[in-house]
């Protein structure tokens, strides 16, 4: 550990850096254990009570979905790619118009603890709700992982641990921490976790926007001029031949690249409204009006954010030069923090990197919640003690669960330790809109829609956008796939949205035509009424 401690000298001082770390770990604990309360019911436990405002919720949000690719991978992507790196930003964006118009309101009127409470509310409960317990936990993990993942690319920065074993014990400290959270605090721990997570986040990337801005007298243009040079300068001649005010550099190049660009398009716009862990947040304010007004403020907040890593983007790519981010153990996840050093020194690398740190401890924290309270009141309540389980029960199982989901996060976050955070997600974001959106759709607008066609359009989903994955050049295939020595890739877009997500449409459809189900008429009644109205929202689903 001396040598990996005298390497970092080169990335600022890893003593300051860890320091700044654990005071942040101590006092999020504190704040943690002083506001988790009573977190015996199942209310407390999983929504916090539905007890936070609209704005304390929009920021939790903010803090949950800007997450180490927000940071790490699209301010990395921007300084290596230019206009092909924002179009993430782009996308991550404009999938809040989806939640906020589609979603948002409807989902917290009609649910009350998960997804799969609107899913099944007029449906065959067991079948339904261990499909959407199973799409939720999956959804979780490739979400998870790819937090872990910048976790292992960020140490790995601040240490200079290019071992992978180094690396491993990193992510093995994340998924600890991310337990200690949830068992502790609950949702209303994790929430306040997420606030503090965002506020840091948010100031500290306006913070070094405007420093990077001040440098170069408040010019963007002159900035994007410095950002090219650095680019046609880089020794790579792959680097130095892209414009970064052009599209192309990443998508664009050939047609698959552009119907790949189209695929990614097509999961980050529809991801979001299908993210269980985001999906959940509604659920913590007390109203439909109190949802929709989270979702406005979470997508200022994210709005401005994105502007943020624009700046943060071309300024890594003209102050700190596309070759040394490709050198640096993190590669271009490195880009942020090596742009915090350039800018302040080792004090603000330090700052910026516990931040960095910070937000994915809260971000795998909501996703372990998530997860567990889908497997707890899900599965383990509603489908194995069909509904007669107490709420202590259901608390006492879903810690269990985040124990095994947190141990699983490690091993996968190892496996895919060095990979672009942003395209991990963007996998996440594509099993996501195929298994989850299309049956949230269909359930709340369609009142034909039956359990069949519930069936056939998450496990659908589910199945072609894992299998589509697994054969794609993201997995094998090429030196950047997951495995780099193999090649047993068939399908040949990097994300498989284009494919799995209309597909999933399809199954819904056809699953529900081809079945003689008709639903109660009631309970159509009752679901439309409490959409709409929020009548008996905070009342037990138990049809």
């Not at 074993?165 to 721990?189: D, E, F, H, N, W």
């Not at 994955?469 to 796939?481: E, L, W, Y």
Request: charged letters at 10%; a positive charge; one cysteine or more.
């Amino acid at each position: 550990m001396t040598t990996d401690f005298v390497a970092a000298s080169g990335v600022g001082n890893p003593i300051v850096n860890i320091s700044i770390f654990v005071a942040f770990v101590a006092i999020t604990l504190f704040v943690v254990i002083r506001v988790s309360g009573n977190n015996k019911s199942a209310s407390q436990f999983f929504t916090g009570g539905s007890s936070f405002s609209g704005p304390q919720n929009g920021i939790a949000i903010a803090g949950d979905y800007l997450s180490a690719a927000s940071f790490l991978g699209i301010a990395g992507a921007i300084a290596l790619y230019g206009y092909d790196g924002f179009l993430y930003s782009i996308g991550f964006l404009v999938a809040w118009l989806v939640a906020l118009l589609l979603v948002a309101e409807l989902l917290r009127n009609t649910g009350r603890f998960t997804m799969a409470d609107v899913l099944s509310f007029r449906l065959q409960q067991r079948p339904v709700r261990t499909a959407a317990a199973i799409s939720t936990l999956t959804v979780s993990l490739f979400y998870l992982l790819a937090q872990m993942a910048g976790a292992g690319g960020l140490v790995a920065l601040l240490l200079d641990i290019s071992s992978r074993t180094g690396q491993s014990i990193v992510i093995a400290v994340v998924g600890v921490l991310m337990i200690i959270y949830v068992l502790i605090g609950g949702m209303k721990g994790t929430t306040w976790v997420q606030i503090i997570k965002a506020v840091l986040l948010i100031t500290g990337a306006a913070v070094m926007t405007i420093i990077v801005l001040a440098k170069v007298g408040l010019n963007v243009s002159d900035l994007i001029g410095q950002a090219q040079s650095a680019i046609a300068g880089s020794a790579d001649k792959t680097v130095a031949a892209r414009d970064v005010m052009a599209p192309g550099a990443k998508y664009g190049a050939t047609m698959m690249t552009k119907v790949d660009f189209l695929s990614l398009a097509i999961a980050l716009v529809l991801g979001t409204a299908g993210l269980p862990h985001v999906l959940m947040r509604f659920y913590t304010v007390p109203t439909a009006k109190e949802a929709r007004r989270s979702v406005v403020w979470a997508i200022v907040l994210i709005g401005a954010f994105y502007v943020f890593t624009l700046i943060l983007g071309y300024g890594a790519a003209a102050l700190v030069g596309p070759d040394k981010i490709l050198a640096a153990a993190g590669k271009e996840n490195a880009a942020a923090p090596l742009l915090a050093l350039e800018l302040g020194g080792t004090v603000l690398l330090g700052v910026i990197s516990a931040v960095a740190f910070a937000t994915i401890l809260a971000v795998v924290a909501g996703l372990a919640i998530t997860a567990s309270a889908s497997f707890a009141h899900d599965i383990y309540a509603s489908v194995i003690k069909r509904g007669y389980c107490s709420g202590e029960e259901q608390v006492r199982v879903s810690r269990i669960t985040v124990v095994v989901l947190g141990i699983l996060g490690i091993i996968l976050g190892i496996l895919a330790n060095g990979q672009n955070i942003a395209f991990l997600v963007a996998l996440a974001f594509a099993v996501a809109a195929s298994a989850n959106l299309p049956t949230i759709l269909y359930s709340l607008y369609w009142r034909r829609f039956n359990t069949r066609g519930a069936l056939w359009s998450m496990y659908g989903g589910l199945a072609s956008s894992i299998i589509l994955i697994v054969f794609s050049p993201a997995v094998s295939g090429s030196k950047t796939s997951m495995i780099p020595g193999a090649d047993f890739h068939w399908f040949p877009l990097q994300n498989p949205g284009l494919v799995s997500i209309p597909l999933a449409f399809l199954l819904g459809i056809v699953g529900t035509l081809t079945s003689a189900e008709r639903g109660d008429p009631a309970l159509n009644a009752e679901m439309q009424v409490r959409s709409l109205t929020g009548v008996g929202a905070d009342g037990a689903i138990a049809h």
